[in-house]
């Protein structure tokens, strides 16, 4: 790239830089000063967050504004470094040198088109929220793509599947028959399952008997009944007493 080329795209570089550094400048205008006096409110404790949605929404989208400026300002400068360097209008990742249209639409730029797709482009770009990327998996791991199996076992602490369970006992929008469920009570995941338990062996039901020693309680677990000549035999002798 010659000398000339060189020189209006720094003169751009630097009108590009002093855009964005007057946005910033027009911006700090209205964030430096609290909320309150820009609304005229004396106090926000007693109203309801509706009342001031519009200036929250506004203020927010000022701070975007300002955090997308700083990035810019970020690119324009790692470019006229590299200008000052001599390798301005070479791609990074390849090497070759960056077609001078693409130099004309962005300035800043440090890649080629083709090497930007790949690096990470528009059709890599997800539309879910970035908090996704750490409360993922949700519900303990339960999701429409992967599904929680007996092999990978399953967590004991309060998760998001628990916090599920706890109102989606009290019912849903849903009725059994949409999602083929027996009745009202069985409409939610792991519905059957014993809550407070953890352990398999906590399920042994035990009492403390009197040496204070615990035993397994078997009351209401032994339905048979005495052998029938026992209970003849014991009538009979009831009666030679008589």
Known sequence: ??????????????????????????????????????????????????????????RGKDIGFKVYAQEQIAKVEDALEKMAQGKYGFCDKCGLEIPEERLETIPFTTMCVACRSEDGGENNRTRRPEEEGVIMPPFGGITKNSLRTSEEGEQNAFDG?????????????????????????????????????VEDYEQIPVYKDYDGQFYQDFEGLDDEEEPIEIINKEEKSGTTEK
Do not use: C
């Open 1 to 58: 790239m010659d000398k000339r080329k060189i020189t209006q795209f720094k003169e751009k570089l630097m009108n590009l830089k002093k855009e964005y550094e007057d946005l910033i400048a027009s911006l700090d205008q209205g964030l430096l000063d609290p909320m309150g006096v820009t609304t005229a409110e004396l106090s926000m404790y007693d109203n309801h967050p509706g009342d001031i949605a519009s200036e929250v929404f506004e």
């Open 161 to 197: 599947e628990d916090a599920w369970q706890a109102v989606a006992r009290y019912g849903t929008s849903q009725t059994p028959n949409e999602i083929g469920a027996l009745s009202y009570n069985s409409m939610y995941i792991d519905y059957d399952e014993d809550i407070g338990i």
